[in-house]
């Protein structure tokens, strides 16, 4: 089985960018599609980016999400930060039958 | 609209057994992947049992021959079938469905979860 590594925490002013990164320890981060997932605080998680960066309805546009081959990583970039964008968010994979999400990155919006 | 419900969690002792349920509503539980979910205190996510619209299951290794997946597909209920629990069981439980049959995408919907707290 596979990992997926995540930065613990991450923060920024509103208004600016933030990217999230998320490294597959082993296996092609190509080889199957990856998902982010946003967790507010006593909330469920809503997901917010589907198969590497679709967007699903209703997620604002200032949420994308990426793969690069080379650092067998995603990353998730929220542009235009905004307060009700602090929260946990959680990378997620999978292999087989088999799901891994990453261990979750805290954003705080300054 | 799809909306998950779960229930059945509570206080159990080490060793003691508990079934959760989710009641699905706005589509049909067997022509999707249902799947559960968990999330111990303060931690991050952790995928427990999925099971298929044809009825096969597959189960994280950390509850496998502990945790059965079930449906009642007359009462679009999904289950699950907590056995031999402990302390490292802990958590909400989340009932999770995909984005579409087939889509690859294995939690798209979510209930509002139910906690498990297994104590003495």
């Known amino acids: 089985n596979f990992m997926l590594t995540q930065p613990h925490s991450v923060s920024e002013s509103p208004g600016k960018t933030v990217t999230i990164s998320c490294t597959r320890s082993s296996g092609s981060i190509v080889s199957n599609f990856v998902q982010w997932f946003q967790q507010r605080p006593g909330s469920s998680p809503t997901i917010v980016i589907y198969e590497d960066n679709q967007r699903p309805s209703g997620v604002p546009d200032r949420f994308s999400g990426s793969i690069d081959s080379s650092s067998n990583s995603a990353s998730l970039t929220i542009s235009g930060l905004k307060t009700e964008d602090e929260a946990d968010y959680y990378c997620q994979s999978y292999d087989n039958d088999n799901q891994v999400f990453g261990g979750g990155t805290k954003v705080t919006v300054l | 609209e799809v909306q998950l419900v779960e229930s059945g969690g509570g206080l159990v002792q080490p060793g003691g057994s508990l079934r959760l349920s989710c009641a699905a509503s706005?589509?049909?539980?067997?022509?999707?992947?249902m799947s559960w979910v968990r999330q111990a205190p303060g931690k991050g996510l952790e995928w427990v049992a999925v099971?298929?619209?044809?009825?096969?299951?597959y189960y994280a290794d950390s509850v496998k021959g502990r945790f059965t997946i079930s449906r009642d597909n007359s009462k679009n209920m999904l289950y699950l079938q907590m056995n031999s629990l402990s302390a490292e069981d802990t958590a909400i439980y989340y009932c999770?469905?995909?984005?579409?049959?087939?889509?690859?995408?294995?939690?798209?919907?979510w209930g509002q979860g139910t906690l498990v707290t297994v104590s003495s």
């Open positions: 706005g589509f049909t539980v067997s022509s999707n992947y």
């Open positions: 099971i298929y619209s044809g009825g096969t299951t």
């Open positions: 999770a469905r995909d984005l579409y049959l087939y889509s690859g995408v294995w939690f798209a919907y």
